[in-house]
Protein backbone atom coordinates (compact mmCIF):
# COMPACT_ATOMS: atom_id res chain seq x y z
CA UNK A 1 0.00 0.00 0.00
CA UNK A 2 1.43 3.48 -1.22
CA UNK A 3 2.03 6.65 1.35
CA UNK A 4 0.03 9.98 0.55
CA UNK A 5 2.22 13.21 0.64
CA UNK A 6 0.92 17.08 0.41
CA UNK A 7 2.81 18.92 -2.06
CA UNK A 8 2.05 21.72 -3.95
CA UNK A 9 -1.86 21.52 -2.66
CA UNK A 10 -2.24 18.10 -4.16
CA UNK A 11 -2.24 14.60 -2.86
CA UNK A 12 0.62 12.57 -4.41
CA UNK A 13 0.81 8.84 -4.42
CA UNK A 14 4.23 7.74 -3.11
CA UNK A 15 5.17 4.19 -3.97
CA UNK A 16 7.03 2.78 -0.68
CA UNK A 17 10.52 1.42 -1.46
CA UNK A 18 10.79 -2.10 -2.40
CA UNK A 19 13.95 -3.16 -0.77
CA UNK A 20 12.75 -1.70 2.66
CA UNK A 21 9.36 -3.97 2.22
CA UNK A 22 11.63 -7.11 1.69
CA UNK A 23 13.79 -6.54 4.62
CA UNK A 24 10.55 -6.34 6.53
CA UNK A 25 9.09 -9.48 5.26
CA UNK A 26 12.50 -11.48 6.12
CA UNK A 27 12.86 -10.02 9.60
CA UNK A 28 8.90 -10.64 10.11
CA UNK A 29 9.22 -14.59 9.06
CA UNK A 30 12.52 -15.16 10.34
CA UNK A 31 11.07 -14.22 13.60
CA UNK A 32 7.83 -16.70 13.04
CA UNK A 33 9.87 -19.15 12.20
CA UNK A 34 12.15 -19.13 15.31
CA UNK A 35 8.89 -18.88 17.69
CA UNK A 36 7.62 -22.24 15.62
CA UNK A 37 11.01 -23.91 15.85
CA UNK A 38 12.80 -22.72 18.65
CA UNK A 39 17.03 -23.91 18.23
CA UNK A 40 17.59 -27.38 19.42
CA UNK A 41 19.77 -27.26 23.12
CA UNK A 42 23.60 -28.34 22.29
CA UNK A 43 23.94 -32.35 22.93
CA UNK A 44 25.43 -32.84 26.45
CA UNK A 45 29.20 -32.95 26.17
CA UNK A 46 31.38 -36.36 26.64
CA UNK A 47 32.38 -37.36 29.74
CA UNK A 48 36.20 -37.89 30.38
CA UNK A 49 36.46 -41.07 32.67
CA UNK A 50 38.62 -40.09 35.91
CA UNK A 51 38.64 -43.63 37.59
CA UNK A 52 39.53 -46.73 36.94
CA UNK A 53 39.99 -50.09 39.07
CA UNK A 54 43.64 -52.14 39.59
CA UNK A 55 43.73 -54.86 42.04
CA UNK A 56 40.83 -54.24 44.23
CA UNK A 57 41.26 -50.40 44.47
CA UNK A 58 40.18 -47.28 41.98
CA UNK A 59 43.04 -45.56 40.90
CA UNK A 60 42.86 -42.03 39.32
CA UNK A 61 42.98 -41.90 35.52
CA UNK A 62 43.62 -39.40 32.94
CA UNK A 63 43.29 -39.53 28.84
CA UNK A 64 46.71 -38.83 27.46
CA UNK A 65 47.86 -36.77 24.84
CA UNK A 66 46.34 -37.01 21.81
CA UNK A 67 48.69 -37.28 18.89
CA UNK A 68 48.15 -36.30 15.09
CA UNK A 69 45.54 -38.10 13.08
CA UNK A 70 44.12 -39.95 16.53
CA UNK A 71 40.53 -39.69 17.49
CA UNK A 72 39.13 -39.82 20.80
CA UNK A 73 37.23 -43.05 21.55
CA UNK A 74 33.62 -42.07 22.07
CA UNK A 75 31.09 -44.51 23.13
CA UNK A 76 27.67 -43.41 24.24
CA UNK A 77 28.44 -40.66 26.67
CA UNK A 78 31.77 -41.49 27.50
CA UNK A 79 34.96 -40.12 26.02
CA UNK A 80 37.72 -42.94 26.39
CA UNK A 81 40.53 -40.59 25.21
CA UNK A 82 42.90 -40.79 22.50
CA UNK A 83 42.11 -44.17 19.93
CA UNK A 84 45.49 -46.07 19.12
CA UNK A 85 45.20 -48.30 15.75
CA UNK A 86 47.75 -51.08 17.12
CA UNK A 87 47.24 -54.98 17.95
CA UNK A 88 47.64 -55.62 21.25
CA UNK A 89 51.10 -56.51 22.24
CA UNK A 90 52.44 -58.54 25.10
CA UNK A 91 54.50 -55.50 26.57
CA UNK A 92 52.05 -53.52 26.90
CA UNK A 93 49.30 -53.49 30.22
CA UNK A 94 45.96 -54.17 29.53
CA UNK A 95 42.68 -52.51 29.89
CA UNK A 96 39.35 -54.41 30.52
CA UNK A 97 36.01 -52.11 29.94
CA UNK A 98 33.44 -54.28 31.71
CA UNK A 99 30.39 -54.32 30.35
CA UNK A 100 27.80 -53.96 32.35
CA UNK A 101 29.63 -52.36 35.08
CA UNK A 102 29.04 -50.20 38.20
CA UNK A 103 32.16 -47.26 38.08
CA UNK A 104 30.99 -45.36 35.11
CA UNK A 105 27.22 -45.00 34.97
CA UNK A 106 24.45 -42.48 33.80
CA UNK A 107 21.37 -42.76 34.06
CA UNK A 108 20.14 -41.96 30.61
CA UNK A 109 22.74 -44.19 29.37
CA UNK A 110 22.06 -47.25 31.34
CA UNK A 111 23.44 -49.62 28.58
CA UNK A 112 26.31 -47.96 28.39
CA UNK A 113 27.41 -48.28 32.43
CA UNK A 114 30.81 -50.05 32.68
CA UNK A 115 33.66 -50.23 34.71
CA UNK A 116 37.47 -50.18 33.76
CA UNK A 117 40.10 -52.40 35.14
CA UNK A 118 43.42 -52.09 34.56
CA UNK A 119 46.38 -54.61 34.43
CA UNK A 120 49.05 -52.30 35.70
CA UNK A 121 50.10 -48.89 36.66
CA UNK A 122 52.92 -47.41 34.43
CA UNK A 123 54.23 -43.93 35.66
CA UNK A 124 54.36 -42.55 32.27
CA UNK A 125 51.63 -41.96 29.79
CA UNK A 126 50.96 -45.33 28.07
CA UNK A 127 48.78 -47.25 25.61
CA UNK A 128 46.93 -49.62 27.08
CA UNK A 129 45.82 -52.38 25.23
CA UNK A 130 41.82 -52.68 25.18
CA UNK A 131 39.80 -55.61 25.70
CA UNK A 132 35.61 -55.86 26.23
CA UNK A 133 34.70 -57.86 28.93
CA UNK A 134 31.64 -58.72 28.18
CA UNK A 135 29.01 -60.27 31.15
CA UNK A 136 26.74 -62.55 29.48
CA UNK A 137 25.41 -64.94 32.28
CA UNK A 138 22.38 -63.11 33.76
CA UNK A 139 23.22 -64.45 37.21
CA UNK A 140 26.20 -62.71 37.47
CA UNK A 141 26.29 -59.95 39.79
CA UNK A 142 29.74 -59.82 40.60
CA UNK A 143 31.00 -55.72 40.79
CA UNK A 144 34.23 -56.37 39.47
CA UNK A 145 37.34 -54.90 40.45
CA UNK A 146 40.60 -57.13 39.04
CA UNK A 147 41.88 -58.56 36.04
CA UNK A 148 42.50 -61.90 38.40
CA UNK A 149 38.58 -61.70 38.97
CA UNK A 150 38.13 -61.56 35.34
CA UNK A 151 40.65 -64.52 33.87
CA UNK A 152 38.62 -66.73 36.69
CA UNK A 153 34.98 -65.68 35.38
CA UNK A 154 36.05 -66.39 31.82
CA UNK A 155 37.07 -69.33 32.91
CA UNK A 156 33.56 -70.24 34.22
CA UNK A 157 31.11 -71.57 32.02
CA UNK A 158 26.73 -71.21 31.51
CA UNK A 159 24.63 -73.16 29.30
CA UNK A 160 21.56 -70.84 28.02
CA UNK A 161 18.11 -72.66 28.52
CA UNK A 162 15.65 -73.24 25.83
CA UNK A 163 14.06 -70.12 26.67
CA UNK A 164 16.82 -67.81 27.03
CA UNK A 165 16.00 -64.75 24.93
CA UNK A 166 19.04 -62.41 24.17
CA UNK A 167 17.56 -59.52 26.00
CA UNK A 168 18.48 -61.64 29.07
CA UNK A 169 21.81 -60.71 28.44
CA UNK A 170 23.50 -58.26 30.91
CA UNK A 171 25.48 -56.45 27.88
CA UNK A 172 22.28 -56.48 25.36
CA UNK A 173 21.95 -53.00 24.43
CA UNK A 174 26.03 -52.85 24.11
CA UNK A 175 26.36 -55.75 22.31
CA UNK A 176 23.13 -54.80 20.19
CA UNK A 177 24.32 -50.92 19.58
CA UNK A 178 27.81 -51.22 19.63
CA UNK A 179 29.10 -54.59 18.46
CA UNK A 180 25.98 -55.16 15.98
CA UNK A 181 25.13 -58.36 18.11
CA UNK A 182 21.72 -58.71 17.92
CA UNK A 183 20.55 -62.67 18.44
CA UNK A 184 21.34 -65.44 21.16
CA UNK A 185 22.85 -67.28 17.30
CA UNK A 186 25.50 -64.24 16.81
CA UNK A 187 27.29 -65.34 19.87
CA UNK A 188 28.29 -68.65 18.71
CA UNK A 189 31.51 -67.39 18.26
CA UNK A 190 31.99 -67.32 22.26
CA UNK A 191 30.86 -70.83 22.63
CA UNK A 192 32.53 -73.70 24.05
CA UNK A 193 32.72 -76.81 22.00
CA UNK A 194 29.94 -78.39 24.68
CA UNK A 195 27.86 -75.10 23.18
CA UNK A 196 28.03 -73.49 27.02
CA UNK A 197 29.28 -69.66 26.66
CA UNK A 198 31.72 -68.07 29.12
CA UNK A 199 29.94 -65.98 32.30
CA UNK A 200 32.35 -63.47 30.96
CA UNK A 201 33.46 -63.24 27.37
CA UNK A 202 36.41 -61.42 27.12
CA UNK A 203 37.18 -60.14 23.75
CA UNK A 204 39.86 -57.84 22.01
CA UNK A 205 39.00 -54.82 20.74
CA UNK A 206 41.69 -54.24 17.92
CA UNK A 207 42.86 -50.89 19.19
CA UNK A 208 44.89 -49.32 22.39
CA UNK A 209 43.47 -46.07 24.70
CA UNK A 210 46.21 -43.86 26.01
CA UNK A 211 46.10 -42.90 29.71
CA UNK A 212 48.17 -41.61 32.04
CA UNK A 213 47.50 -43.13 36.11
CA UNK A 214 48.22 -41.54 39.12
CA UNK A 215 50.11 -44.05 41.07
CA UNK A 216 47.96 -45.62 43.77
CA UNK A 217 49.40 -45.09 47.58
CA UNK A 218 51.13 -48.28 48.90
CA UNK A 219 49.57 -50.28 51.43
CA UNK A 220 51.23 -50.45 54.64
CA UNK A 221 51.24 -54.54 54.59
CA UNK A 222 52.83 -54.04 50.95
CA UNK A 223 55.37 -51.70 52.80
CA UNK A 224 55.92 -54.18 55.21
CA UNK A 225 56.53 -56.56 52.76
CA UNK A 226 59.16 -54.65 50.92
CA UNK A 227 61.19 -53.68 53.91
CA UNK A 228 61.43 -57.40 54.92
CA UNK A 229 62.81 -58.14 51.40
CA UNK A 230 65.19 -55.66 51.23
CA UNK A 231 68.62 -56.39 51.22
CA UNK A 232 70.71 -55.76 54.58
CA UNK A 233 72.40 -51.95 53.59
CA UNK A 234 76.20 -52.05 54.09
CA UNK A 235 77.83 -50.92 57.83
Request: some cysteine; hydrophobic content about 35%.
Amino acid sequence: MGLAARGGGKLRFVAPNRRFVCAVLCVSAAVASSAANPPKADPPRHIHLDEAYYAGDVVKIHTGPRERGEHSLLIGPWNFGPRVSTRPKDKRPNLYIVVPGTLHQVASYPDYDHTEILSATPDDPSDFDVYWALVLDPSVDDNFTAEKQLLVATQATFTPGEDFTFDQIPCAGFLRDYLKIRTPEDLKKYRRPDGSLPRVAIVTAGFALRLSIEKPEEKPEQKTEQSSTAPPSNP
